[in-house]
């Protein structure tokens, strides 16, 4: 009867090949995974950053979040800020159903407007 040896040379071989593989994997998740000691954890990468998710994706920082599902963006903050030379928002409504719109200078084709005096 023929024995079995885990240990044979062709064995051996492709299991050191396969642990080379592994190695090189392991350090490449090492440097763009970083866990410190506090906790905290670091992402980087070279090339895209993508997250997937079968349901939503959620960030939060203490009171503030931001949630992606499938079809809307959840910013929820006390204050949100956007700094930019120019900004499009595409959108065939924008609604705001409470508080002002304020601004130094409005430019408008048309306005459309209907309300009460106070």
Do not use: W
Request: charged share 15%; net charge neutral; glycine share 6%.
């Amino acid at each position: 009867m023929p024995s079995f040896d885990p240990f044979a040379d062709q064995d051996v071989a492709a299991l050191a090949a396969l642990l080379v593989v592994l190695e090189a994997r392991v350090a490449s998740l090492e440097r763009a995974l970083v866990i410190g000691l506090d906790g905290s954890i670091s992402i980087a990468a070279r090339g895209q950053l993508k997250l997937s998710s079968q349901r939503d994706i959620s960030l939060s920082v203490g009171a503030a979040t931001v949630k992606l599902d499938a079809n809307v963006l959840t910013v929820t903050t006390a204050a949100t800020q956007f700094n930019a030379a120019t900004m499009a928002l595409n959108s065939a409504v924008v609604n705001i159903p409470f508080g002002a719109v304020r601004c130094d200078n409005l430019i408008a084709t048309s306005v459309v407007a209907s309300g009460r005096r106070l």
